[in-house]
């Protein structure tokens, strides 16, 4: 794995990133994603001693949109029969009628960005135990993507809850 301004994988390797030192190319639309350790929700994090969390001391705000957005990583090409993922533990407790979103988005030129396609959708709340979802983003070998962890608050009904929280967010390679 090289790290500069984007991160490449190669064949083996797996990012990943457990929110404990500075966000290296993490970055917020909207800015309510943070880091540091929940005071509300969960009350803890899944791996010590930091999370990211749509607010980590109180519900996340009324008609909000917020992306929390990875660092640019080079995937890999792999082979017919390998697979590469995306794996997080997560938390969330949400409005009845806000849905988070894992997002991807591919880089279509140099420094131009195509359109968030979804990956995945949850709704409600964990159940209040952290889970550990997996995506496949096979689609993307030999890609540059970047992953959006969408908050999306903005419809017509008002209420919220205390929020999403991501921990030890990994991409691994075959």
């Not at 968030?116 to 709340?125: G, H, K, M, P, Q």
């Amino acid at each position: 794995m090289t790290v500069s301004q984007d991160i490449v994988l190669g064949s083996g390797d797996t990012f990943k990133d457990d929110f404990t030192g500075c966000l290296d190319g993490w970055w917020a639309s909207n800015g309510i994603w943070e880091t540091g350790v929940p005071t509300y929700g969960p009350t803890d994090t899944y791996s010590s001693p930091n999370s990211a969390a749509t607010i980590l001391t109180g519900s996340y705000p009324d008609w909000v949109d917020s992306t929390f957005v990875s660092p640019s990583v080079v995937l890999p090409d792999i082979n017919a029969g390998e697979e590469i993922d995306l794996r997080f533990w997560h938390w969330f407790s949400i409005n009845s009628h806000d849905i988070l979103h894992v997002k991807v988005q591919e880089e279509t030129a140099p420094g131009e960005w195509g359109a968030w396609t979804d990956l995945n959708a949850f709704y409600r709340n964990s159940g209040g135990v952290w889970t550990y979802p997996l995506i496949d983003l096979s689609a993307y070998a030999g890609k540059k993507i970047r992953i959006g962890f969408v908050l999306n608050n903005s419809g017509s009904y008002p209420g919220t809850g205390a929020g999403w929280y991501l921990d030890d967010v990994s991409i691994t390679t075959p």
